[in-house]
């Protein structure tokens, strides 16, 4: 399927700007880790900026279904590579100091906080209606990749060229990021619902009332609330073990290289894109997009309890393919239901409300994880990960309205959520 130039420089943007937070991320935890040899301090560092970004995209995300989207996603790239830059200068020029790279770093997050929401309320402005659940398994194929592939590329550059190196890629990556959105055209109906300098004092009026709209979205809406808190679990599995335990487990347990790490985290990667090019749509027309849904949550944490029991590379990456297949059946089947069923104008608060309600626990994860890590190892962790995620798959099979909806034809979900819960979506004018 061919798609406009305008989404293939958009995803292109994603990609390169998620790339270069988590390298950045990676890069700024494994210098806590080496001036200080805490794998606590380590996991700190993701939790602080991961609590940052998560706990904002409420407060943030009404300006990006207030305001023109793409001009949204331009100055937050923009000020995502200021920031950067000012991290290297920090590294290479100042003494050490843990506080001034974690503020840093958690100013960062809210930048990503206001832009992911913002990119994901976008998508549907970029692309024809029939190209839509294509455009959405690209862009969370991407999203996905780059979130799992930036530490690992991170450990790669820090392996090659040290941590100054490591940070200066991700300020490339960054700068590359902005210039591709800024070859965009503006889509059609972004400007029109751009609002006018009168409407500033209107808006701004209810502003902290539109801020809960998203919540209020999520809460009332059945099947995503549900799903918001099978989310929570997974993401409290998942988030921890390559953010904190895999680096660890690499090191300590299996007493390998970042290469091994690499491999592993490719491993996943090549899972997802099995899942995205073809391997969805194929088990969505055998078995449906419900059982297909919950075969991947449960196929993600199978395949991580499977890693954790061995030591053989082998069984190791294809345990971890695995997971990555089931990662991406699970992923594209949720991310079409929301952005085919919600309504056009409450996108971007509806997908912050998800993503705070779904990864609100990932900061506490991380951080009980590294304490997880001292107290019974990394691979012990790694089975707790898988675990935890698989008891989320067994809260799927309560989602009824999940299974409704799913089974219906991708024309009947359009706007449905608007219909089923429409005081989920009283718009504030």
């Not at 393919?321 to 992923?331: K, Q, T």
């Not at 219906?408 to 959520?417: D, K, M, R, T």
């Amino acid at each position: 399927m061919k798609f406009p130039v305008s989404f293939i420089f958009f995803v292109g943007g994603l990609a390169l700007s998620s790339l270069s937070l988590h390298c950045l991320r990676f890069g700024v935890a494994w210098l806590a880790m080496r001036e200080t040899g805490s794998a606590v301090v380590f996991a700190a560092i993701f939790g602080a900026s991961s609590l940052v970004e998560i706990y904002s995209k409420p407060l943030l995300a009404p300006l990006a279904d207030y305001f023109e989207r793409l001009a949204i996603v331009r100055a937050c790239g923009a000020l995502a590579t200021a920031l950067a830059i000012l991290l290297v200068l920090q590294v290479l020029l100042l003494p050490f100091s843990l506080w001034l790279l974690a503020l840093l770093l958690m100013v960062l997050s809210m930048v990503a906080a206001l832009r992911d929401p913002a990119s994901a309320g976008l998508v549907p402005n970029l692309v024809s209606a029939n190209q839509l659940t294509s455009a959405l398994a690209l862009r969370s194929t991407v999203a996905s990749v780059s979130s799992l592939v930036g530490p690992m590329i991170g450990a790669l550059l820090l392996a090659a060229g040290g941590i100054p190196t490591a940070m200066a890629a991700a300020v490339v990556a960054s700068a590359a990021a902005v210039l591709l959105w800024f070859q965009m055209s503006t889509p059609k109906g972004e400007s029109a619902s751009c609002p006018s300098r009168s409407a500033w004092p209107q808006y701004l009026s209810s502003w902290h009332l539109r801020m809960y709209d998203g919540l209020r979205a999520v809460f009332l809406t059945r099947a995503e609330r549900m799903m918001a808190l099978v989310v929570a679990l997974t993401n409290a599995g998942l988030f921890p073990f390559f953010a904190v335990t895999l680096p660890l487990w690499v090191n300590r347990d299996l007493n390998s290289s970042p290469l091994m790490m690499g491999a592993m985290e490719a491993g996943f990667s090549i899972g997802i894109l099995m899942g995205s090019l073809g391997g969805t749509r194929l088990l969505n027309a055998r078995f449906g997009r419900y059982a297909t849904l919950i075969f991947g949550n449960g196929a993600l944490g199978a395949g991580l309890v499977a890693a954790s029991v061995t030591r053989v590379p082998t069984f190791i990456l294809v345990s971890m393919l695995v997971g990555g297949l089931g990662f991406s059946l699970f992923n594209i089947n949720a991310s079409w239901l929301r952005a085919a069923a919600t309504p056009d104008n409450f996108r971007s608060r509806m997908n912050a409300g998800v993503a705070f309600m779904s990864c609100f626990l990932n900061p506490f994860a991380a951080q009980c994880f590294g304490y997880s890590i001292e107290a019974v190892g990394a691979a012990a962790s790694v089975a707790a990960s898988g675990t935890l995620i698989l008891v989320s798959t067994a809260l799927l099979l309560l989602n009824k309205d999940l299974r409704v909806l799913l089974g219906l034809n991708e024309q009947a979900v359009v706007g449905i959520y608007a219909k089923l819960y429409p005081t989920a979506f009283a718009n504030r004018r």
